[in-house]
């Protein structure tokens, strides 16, 4: 019996030496530990041994058990082992092959333009009000200095809209309804709707008949208004150059030169150094350095006394500068009707 | 304005060009373009033709020997009209014409050439290329042809801006040239010989209305030779882009491009009784104006005008029968002023805009008239030997007293921000034109109407009182005379400061989160922005059946006539555009304004028209694109609906109703409104689009759509919502499959799954709905996962499966279901 066992020991690491994989393992236990298994057979014997030889048996098949059962346990860490290093070694996953994702959809560049700089402003302090785009002429026109007649109504070709519903103005056939040419009767109806100080961003659609290269119908503008007690024109530099400093970067510089509209007084252009080449000359500015990007100027004290502000009391400044140019030039768009054509492939690139 | 620097330099001392232009524009004169003529010409010289003879093999050439500058060239040449001795244009080997000929040196026919002779044409200076340019015999030999033409000047193009009508001439700039540098302004000397009668004996002059004529001034020159200008006079018109047409006329737009005052000559024996009327033109009246169009008149047009008709648009343009011609020997100058709205009115209603019209509706100086009529009678006497008769006819009703405007000399610190002494503002407004008139101290204590005037009136304050040059119609307030100041010091002379006082920071307003949270989203979906013209066509509109937009007056085109009252018009445009292109997948949104006509207004200051924000979206196409991962599907209704869900998450907004519709832009099997679930107000729809409007606009049948009324949805938005616990137990999961009836829709379903298992279902999540085999015809199968959860234990098999048998018997009960 005795040497029945250690043959079986031997038969046993022998076999289970050579096993490579969990199902063959498996097989060998069940072959050699099974109910039915080669240790059984042996033991199934023993019932016709004396005690004392019987015990003997006992302890030496336990033994031989142990060390079945330890060579099994080796023989399944090794088939793992050797699993994984198989599973390790196989075939790399092509990491070239894309995502699975959904693009995400692209802001417009106006829009994106649009906000970032009103959020400039908001970091100066300046509150967003807004005003309708179908406007009367007296907003738009008349408590801007402009009356009817003035010349510099030329500057802003304006589009007249068919409103039976509203009657005439006093002493003429004209309703006076308008597409607003500018952000800025945002101003009067602000102002006329409470009392300094005001400080107010006002973004905006506006119109004009012009459609070329660098005019479309439509466009887009901010419009800038701080009144209060005091307000000077050194204000109205440092603030629209601390703006400009934040919206194109420290390095940028401005400059103001004289100008006219007729509802600020004095009346400035501010240039921005070109953020293409930081001034040098090129292209986009067309070699000068500087681009022309905002209108400005201290509040006209015939448009405080259109809203009923005292100019004795108060002064202020306004500004307005045209989104979409803004935005064509940083993106350096040559034609600006592209904006508002909205070509899939032109919207995918910002 | 273009701007002749050597013609300005008649007036005042002047810099470099670059540096003019430099201090010019940072005045307020932006200087746009510096342009130098005579570049075109450089390596063109006067040379003299010294021999010239036949070419031995060309019956049409000629050789010649020229003159330029100590070396005598042989130049073959094609023309006839020189002879010997005359003075020419030589392109000199190397040079290049404005034409862009390259002169080399060539062999014509065996004659060696070395240069070109020029016509005008050649040179870019006429159109005449019958011949060569003869040049005037006085020219220098080898001096370049563009000094002898008069070209080598520098021309500036100046924006004047609107209200600056003063500085419209050359005087005018200089005026300001001479401010900036200091240097002294020279006034033109005027030579005027009065001869014979006197003018008042010849002419009457009458204005009917004084309101829209301000004065009016004549003078009469006689016996005067029409005929071509000097080329001194010529030159200047040209470098300044007026024609030259003869002696007289050129004299006045001579004054004008000098002086600024427009003026007009008639031919005083076309004047029908001697005798100017200025009145407003009758009904009926027509006048043949000098550029040939024949004009009827209307009551509204300020009309110059003899005994028995219109002879002139007063201010704008001159008529054709009283032109001064050839035959003219008898000339009455105009040089007036108009009201600027009168002048404005009628250029605009003619379209005529005029070198005269410009000024004129813009302001003119009403004492430059004498000056003017002396300065151009004179040059027309001098230049057409006639004579100028005794005085001036001036008919000026109502003399304009000069503009008294009051300066707070610590204002002007006040207004700019940085400190400038009162006698620095004094000199530049002297240096202006402005004269003081007075000035006074305000000693002791202000008054108490002072006080409340405001912190700027304070105690010792200096003011003066400026009398405006009439010529400066542009300066009513303190404001102008500061703006003034500061121009002329320049606006880099003032600081940079952040403003004063403390604003307030209002928080921002919830609409702006509410519209970041929803691009978000939608950005997340694959959206791509648009921005639209917010016109479109009222076609468009028809097709969508969407209400009548507010139509524009004046629009730039039909497709651009009404104000959109959907925003599909454009974003189904923008998808039948990138479709032309090729494009597989479209998915685009628009954040906008659309226009509703109509609204009663309660104040008349009211917004013509209610404007309300809408978002709105279109789909079509692949909804992944072809990839690797997954078979490619089109978009459908709930690629539509799951955007829509996704922007309602992202502003909280968790129960909305949507509904099937008839809405006539959409399909009708696919078509929902959107309400909000207390109001049952609607929010917006979506949907396929309809097959016919779709046909119609060009775009496919598989396009999806959604339209939102923004201000109301985030009135619905939850930005800030509380927290709620965290469920601490666990769900426990089970699959309720039932057979239901087609039309039964999911929300009746799932409400009632909700409503039944209350408390214990915590949500139903619809994972399946299918039709067909082997579920009977008319009947459909929809599967739910039901969560059933409790906040406060973990809930037992026994009252799960309870709520689990209810639900079902409900189901069946209530909506004809049956278990699957």
Redesign the interface.
Known sequence: MQDRLKKLIEAARSEISTASDAAKVEELRIRYLGKKGELSAILSGMGKLPPDQRRELGEAANSAKAEIEQLLMEAIERAELQKLQAELRGPKVDVTLPGRFQPPGRRHPVSRTLEEIVRTFRRLGFEVATGPEIELDYFNFEALNLPKDHPARDMQDTFYVDAPWVAPEQGSDENGVLLRTHTSPVQIRTMLSRRPPVRIVAPGRVYRRDSDLSHTPMFHQVEGLLVDRGVTMAELKGTLDAWAKAFFGSETKTRFRPSYFPFTEPSADLHITCFSCGGAGCRLCKMGGWIEAIGAGMVHPKVFEAVGYDPKQYTGFAFGMGVDRIALLKYRIEDLRLMFENDVRFLEQF | MRISVRWLAEYVGVPSPADLAERL????F?VERIERPGDALRGVVVAQIKESVPHPNAEKLSVTKVDAEGSLLQVVCGAKNYKVGDKVALATVGAQLPNGTQIKQANLRGVESFGMLCSAKELGVSEDASGLLILDSSAKVGTPVAEALGLDDTLLEIDV????PDALSHIGIAREVSVLTGQPLRMPEIKLAERGGAASEKIRIRIEDPLRCLRYGGRVVEDVTVGPSPSWLADRLKACGVRPINNVVDVTNFVLLEMGQPLHAFDLDKVAGAEIVVRTARPGEKLTTLDGKERLLDRDDLMICDRDKPQALAGVMGGAHSEVGPSTRRVLLEAANFQ??SV??TSKRHGLHTEASHRF??GMDVNAIPGALDRSAALIAELGRGAVLKGRVDVYPKPIEPTKVTLRYAQVS?????DIPAEESDRILRALGFVRAQISHAAGSPTPSEAA????IAKGETRAVYSVPSFRVDVE?E??L??EV??IRG??A????????V????P??SE?EAERRV?SA??????????????VSPQQLAALKAPAG???????SVE?SV?RTTLYA?LLQ?LS??LR?H?ES????E???V?V?????RD??A???R?DLHLAGVLFGAR?GR????KDESVDFFDARGAMDSLLTALNIREVSFENAEIPALHPRAAARVRSPGSGEPLGSLGQLHPKVAKELGVPAATFVFELDVQKLYAMANLVPAYQPLWRYPPVLRDLAVVVPIELQNAQVRKLILEVGRPLVEDAIIFDVYTGKPIPEGRKNLAYAIRYRSPDRTLTDAEVNEAHQRIIEEVNRRLGGSLR
Do not use: C
Request: proline share 9%; no cysteine.
């Open positions: 524009t940072l005045a307020g932006e801006t609107p209200n600056r600027p709205s404005r009115r509706e813009r006040g207004l700019l921000g940085v005037a405001g912190p700027a307030r404001e102008d500061i703006e500061a121009r606006y880099d003032i600081p940079n400061a952040l403003p004063r006082g604003s307030e920071l209002a921002e307003s702006v691009r939608l950005s997340g979906a694959g959206f791509n922005e648009v921005i639209n013209y917010s016109f507010i139509a524009l007056k004046n629009p730039l651009q104000m454009g923008n555009n990138s292109h494009a479209v998915r685009l949104y954040f906008g304004r226009y006509p109509g609204e009663a207004r008349k200051r917004p013509p028209a404007e992944r990839t690797w991962t997954a």
